[in-house]
């Protein structure tokens, strides 16, 4: 392959258990991330979730928003200044709720997506 390459970080991720109880599993699920993000340093990230609100979604989808601020506003990730998060959230279409989550990351230093 001729030309530079983006070094690529792809993360499948079941993170029901981290909604359901997430004072104590958000910190140390975000640790592993960004230890990840800080030893890897991919120019791109992406992340596909399941269960994203928990197993016991009608209860536990109140704290995504957290969890994606927390993410957004962490120190690891300042230097990737593009992102993309789709999720679905919406349980109440119950034909078509998913639960499933897209997280997608670029740093800076990637001029060309």
């Known amino acids: ?52 609100g928990g197993k016991n979604y009608e209860a536990s989808m109140q704290h995504v928003n957290q ?7 962490c120190e690891e990730l300042h230097k990737y200044d593009r992102a993309r998060i789709f999720l679905d959230e919406d349980y109440t279409a119950s034909d078509k709720f998913t639960a499933l989550g897209n997280m997608y990351f670029i740093h800076e230093d990637v001029p060309d997506v």
């Open 1 to 52: 392959m001729e030309g530079d390459c983006t070094k690529t970080m792809l993360i499948t991720a079941n993170v029901g258990s981290i909604f359901e109880e997430p004072d104590a599993m958000f910190a140390p699920w975000l640790k592993a991330f960004f230890q990840c993000i800080q030893t890897q340093k991919p120019g791109f990230v992406a992340i596909h979730c399941q269960e994203v």
């Open 67 to 73: 969890f994606i601020k927390t993410l957004l506003s």
